[in-house]
Every structure is written in C-alpha cells, then in structure tokens.
C-alpha cells in the first residue's frame, strides 16, 4: 500500500504549490524603486548602528567579547545597502527624485562604509 503522500499526489497537487509558493519568492528587482530605496535605508541604518556599537565596546569595554562578528555584520548590512541603492539607479525609467534620494543614499553610506573599515 502506497503512502498518502506518493510520488503521484505530489504531481497532482505540484502546480497548486508552486503557485502558493511564488507569492513568496519575489525577486527583489521586480519591487518598486521606493520600496528598494526604504530597505537600503533600513539596512544601512542598522549596519551604521552596529558599527558604532562595536566601536564604543572596543573603546569602553561595556562587554567582554569579540567585536569582530559585530564589525563583519554592520559591514555586509552596508554593503547590501548600497547594492540596493546602485540597483535603483541602474533600472530604467527611474523618476528624477528617486534617482537623487538614491544618489545621496549611495555617496552616504560609501562615506559611512569607508569610516567603518578605516575604523578597524
């Protein structure tokens, strides 16, 4: 005897899933140009916190622990914040106020991202 879910259920039933679970694997290209610039701000926001936190611990010794992992998160976070600024200015038919919040957005964060690195 076969189980409930056989091979051949999951043939039956596979379309139905794949359209369930599109809804959810949204390509972050296909979002709108605002919606990308409110993550790169939120992303870089975070890696600008988590940076300046872990240089007030190397500085104050609030706790004792490695700030290394700190310092490769805040870093990545505002790496991934300027790729998703420089991906807003590479699509096409950007309008011209987004294209300058997102020109700001990336001479900002490569600012912050460089004082980071130098930092270490």
């Not at 622990?65 to 096409?92: D, E, F, H, T, W």
């Not at 990336?106 to 270490?120: G, K, R």
Request: charge should be positive.
């Amino acid at each position: 005897m076969k189980g409930i879910l056989s091979y051949h259920t999951f043939l039956i039933f596979e379309p139905y899933l794949r359209a369930l679970f599109s809804i959810y694997r949204m390509k972050w290209t296909n979002q709108p140009n605002s919606v990308l610039l409110e993550r790169s701000f939120l992303f870089g926001i975070v890696g600008i916190v988590l940076g300046t936190l872990a240089i007030f611990n190397t500085k104050f010794h609030f706790v004792e622990a490695p700030m290394g992992p700190l310092n490769g998160v805040s870093l990545g976070l505002q790496l991934v914040a300027i790729s998703l600024a420089v991906l807003v200015l590479r699509k096409r038919k950007v309008e011209p106020d987004l294209k300058i919040k997102a020109q700001k957005m990336i001479v900002v964060l490569a600012a912050a991202f460089l004082f980071f690195v130098l930092s270490i």
